[in-house]
């Protein structure tokens, strides 16, 4: 027989108020709050990159920390609000949007024990990633799903290319050793791959360069084999594009465990079963 999913229990009143603020973008409340959550990230994430500014930390140092301690202090108890309006809080401390709103506050408090960690504050810029869901971006979130659909697919495609490039740049690498030699700059194998890959992907640094005739005839080669092989990944990723096939995520967070990217028809979450 199919295994019934039952909702469980209804969650208290102030969760079920809680959990539409602090999660859901497509309510009036919700969306103030994400809105007012990004303002705030920007501007602590101004804070850090003005205390980086040696000019601006001697004027300011104190001035700097005392708001950067109000930051983390307000995420804090955002992050900790998330948790409680959830029934089971574990499962999206361990989603990727968790995992970046702990590290938001981490790097204040490791400071306090070892010095330099605050530098890790820059990685509230992630938190940015919300401005998908605040905004309701639906046809970007579409898009993406899609492009995600399509590098899965062609993902094995694309990794026996890789791999068959690499078997190319070792070999034009180490023909062009031989041909130019340490005389010419091309010191050692390594050395020569690097230029071969340099110059098959059309970069050209220009920090080597063959002397030798035949040397320029094989770049020459390469250059032009440079353009066609660069088509080959994206000519494998517009035909998985062309075959993929996806709904339109919502931006509703299961109650739950806080799962977002529910199709718009999705009566239960698709990772715990939680009636949305």
């Known amino acids: 027989m199919p295994r019934v999913l039952h909702p469980g229990p209804e969650a208290p009143g102030w969760r079920r108020r ?14 103030r709050f994400d809105l007012l959550l990004l303002l705030l990230i920007l501007a602590s994430v101004g804070v850090v990159a003005a ?12 001035l700097f920390r005392k708001v950067e301690w109000l930051f983390t202090g307000l995420f804090t108890v955002e992050y900790v609000l998330r948790l409680v309006s959830l029934r089971r809080p574990a499962r999206w401390a361990r989603s990727l949007f968790g995992v970046v709103d702990l590290l938001a506050v981490l790097p204040t408090y490791l400071a306090l024990f070892l010095p330099g960690a605050q530098t890790l504050l820059v ?3 992630l938190r940015l990633l919300r401005i998908f869901r605040v905004l309701k971006l639906a046809e970007f979130l579409a898009e993406a799903a899609v492009l995600r659909t399509a590098l899965v697919a062609s993902r094995r495609k694309i990794l026996v290319f890789l791999g068959a490039i690499l078997v190319l ?32 992907t059309t970069v050209g640094y220009g920090d ?41 995520p919502t931006t ?13 028809d999705a009566r239960h979450c698709k990772y715990c079963g939680q009636r949305l």
Request: with cysteine; proline share 6%; glycine share 10%.
């Open 252 to 264: 509703q967070a299961c109650p739950d465990c806080g799962a977002e990217g529910h199709d718009a």
């Open 123 to 125: 990685l509230r810029a």
């Open 18 to 31: 809680l959990h539409e603020v602090v999660f859901e973008a497509d309510t009036p409340a919700g969306r």
């Open 169 to 200: 740049v070792l070999l034009l690498g180490s023909l062009m050793y031989l041909v130019e030699g340490e005389a010419n700059g091309f010191v050692s194998i390594p050395t020569s791959i690097y230029w071969a890959i340099v110059t098959l």
């Open 208 to 248: 080597l360069a063959p002397q030798t005739a035949v040397g320029r005839i094989l770049a020459s080669l390469i250059m032009l084999m440079g353009y066609g092989i660069l088509a080959v990944p994206t000519g494998i990723v517009t035909s998985e594009l062309m075959s993929a096939r996806s709904k339109i």
């Open 51 to 62: 205390e980086s500014v040696p000019e601006l930390r001697a004027a300011h140092g104190p």
